[in-house]
T-cell receptor, first 115, second 114 residues
Framework: NAGVMQNPRHLVRRRGQEARLRCSPM?????VYWYRQLPEEGLKFMVY????????ESGMPKERFSAEFPKEGPSILRIQQVVRGDSAAYFC?????????????FGSGTRLTVV | GDSVTQMEGPVTLSEEAFLTINCTYT??????LFWYVQYPGEGLQLLLK?????DKGSNKGFEATYRKETTSFHLEKGSVQVSDSAVYFC?????????????FGKGTSLLVTP
């Protein structure tokens, strides 16, 4: 059973470029959560998605950030016009279709560096 | 809002020493509490959890007891190993409709030396 797969593991972008982070949930998991870990900080919740639906995006910055989880394919976290402050580790977690926190599985993360 | 405070690191211990990492929380209602571990370059792994007061979570020699009266969930291990070197995160989730979102502490780095 493959775990939660995130790619790329490392991503370098210049200021102003777009960053696309991908997350394939575990088999049988239909709920996806994105978290961001800034240096020296804990993880902060960003967004919760089910297939084709954004359930809660209360942790997403209001501009430049978007997320989707299409019917087919991985979940995508998109950051437009990246700035240095976007440099962080972005983690995806997935869970089966039940109250999420008991069945969370995290991926290994994508470490974004903006230069 | 809900929040988690855990002791600052780094914590450096010799192999076979006793470990305590303090964690206290602020929450309304009856949250579930978790400890996650992050090894270098990897994602978070659930270490243990407790879902109600006085529950004790345990795994791989680690333990933590959900203490509602002191709003604490301290992580302990009787004898640490070099392989326990990692960052440990305390987290909670609420019991409301937002129960899926985890609130994390800032993490405590542990280094165990031979």
């Amino acid at each position: 059973n493959a775990g939660v797969m995130q790619n790329p593991r490392h991503l370098v972008r210049r200021r102003g470029q777009e960053a696309r982070l991908r997350c394939s949930p575990m088999k049988g998991h239909s709920h996806v959560y994105w978290y961001r870990q800034l240096p020296e900080e804990g993880l902060k919740f960003m967004v919760y998605l089910q297939k084709e639906n954004i359930i809660d995006e209360s942790g997403m910055p209001k501009e430049r950030f978007s997320a989707e989880f299409p019917k087919e394919g991985p979940s995508i976290l998109r950051i437009q016009q990246v700035v240095r402050g976007d440099s962080a580790a972005y983690f995806c977690a997935s869970s089966p279709p039940a109250r999420g926190n008991y069945g969370y599985t995290f991926g290994s993360g994508t470490r974004l560096t903006v230069v | 809002g809900d929040s988690v405070t855990q002791m600052e690191g780094p914590v450096t211990l010799s192999e076979e020493a006793f470990l305590t990492i303090n964690c206290t929380y602020t929450a309304t209602g009856y949250p579930s509490l978790f400890w996650y571990v992050q090894y270098p370059g990897e994602g978070l792994q659930l270490l243990l959890k407790a879902t109600k007061a006085d529950d004790k979570g345990s795994n791989k020699g680690f333990e933590a007891t959900y203490r509602k009266e002191t709003t604490s969930f301290h992580l302990e291990k009787g004898s640490v190993q070099v392989s326990d070197s990692a960052v440990y995160f305390c987290a909670l989730s609420g019991d409301s409709n937002s129960g899926y979102a985890l609130n994390f502490g800032k993490g405590t780095s542990l280094l165990v030396t031979p």
